[in-house]
């Protein structure tokens, strides 16, 4: 039997997390210094933050970057990946434009956006979108190249319309590539927007970052840090799990006969 059989117990995810949040708190009390503030410290200021609003309304200003950019690099980057992955010739003629955009660093894209375009709400958001564009396409370029061919012939020997052909043979063979560039997009893109705030936007958690940078406010920096994890991590429970889990079932059968 493997090592890695059947599922690990429950108490095995309530070990290391709490040990850090242990050994934060001793070395906070041990040091004493305000550039390493207790986590009692930094609940004090989330708790602060939230009462006085201005916590919800950065988290929401952010939030709102975040679905706006993500939605659009999902929509553009599936789109190129699908139509690269399935001709020879489109992914020849685009992919070096494909690698050099993938180099291109997100502060220099940031920067002309801003430059080219003033700092507005568009310009920060493109700036997001162009740097994650070229990550989901790799991704659901990788899946479009590795589509059954025989199931797209049982699909035009049933005369599947393209709508059909997409909902029934494509997507169900691009999920997995899908769910990777949506949990690496989500983790990339919200860091992302955290710069794009720092350096051009008046609200949002990059924004409150910068303001408590000014000022050496870990635990300001702390606090709202870890509010927009937790939002994060609400988003993978609660919508990106049960998704890939519902949309992984069309396996399930083929696996119990393997």
């Known amino acids: 039997m493997s090592a890695f059989s059947g599922r690990p117990p429950a108490w095995s995810y309530w070990v290391v997390l709490p040990s850090f949040v242990l050994l934060w708190a001793v070395l906070a009390w ?3 210094s305000p550039l390493l503030p207790t986590p009692l410290n930094v609940l004090e200021t989330l708790v602060q933050e939230s009462g006085s609003g201005a916590l919800w309304h950065h988290l929401g200003a952010t939030l709102g970057r975040v679905v706006v950019a993500f939605a659009l ?23 070096p434009l494909l690698v050099l955009f993938l180099n291109l660093p997100a502060l220099v894209t940031i920067i002309l956006m801003y430059v080219w375009f003033g700092l507005v709400e568009t310009a920060a958001v493109m700036a997001v979108v162009i740097n994650k564009v070229p990550n989901v396409a790799v991704t659901v370029r990788e899946g479009a190249r590795s589509l059954d061919h025989r199931l797209e012939e049982m699909a035009i020997v049933y005369e599947f319309t393209r709508w059909q052909r997409f909902r029934e043979v494509w997507v169900p063979q691009l999920f997995p590539y899908l769910m990777a560039a949506t949990r690496g997009g989500l983790a990339l893109i919200w860091k992302i ?47 990106l799990q049960p998704l890939e889990r519902r949309s992984s079932r069309w396996r399930q059968p083929e696996a119990a006969h393997a």
């Open 30 to 32: 041990w040091i004493k």
């Open 73 to 95: 690099a999902m929509l553009l980057g599936t789109g190129i990946g699908i139509v690269m992955g399935r001709s020879q010739t489109t992914n020849a003629l685009f992919d």
């Open 193 to 239: 927007v955290l710069v794009v705030e720092l350096l051009g936007r008046s609200s949002g958690v990059g924004f409150q970052l910068h303001m408590a940078f000014q000022v050496f406010d870990v635990a300001a920096i702390l606090a709202y840090s870890l509010a927009f994890i937790a939002v994060v991590q609400i988003i993978e429970l609660t919508i």
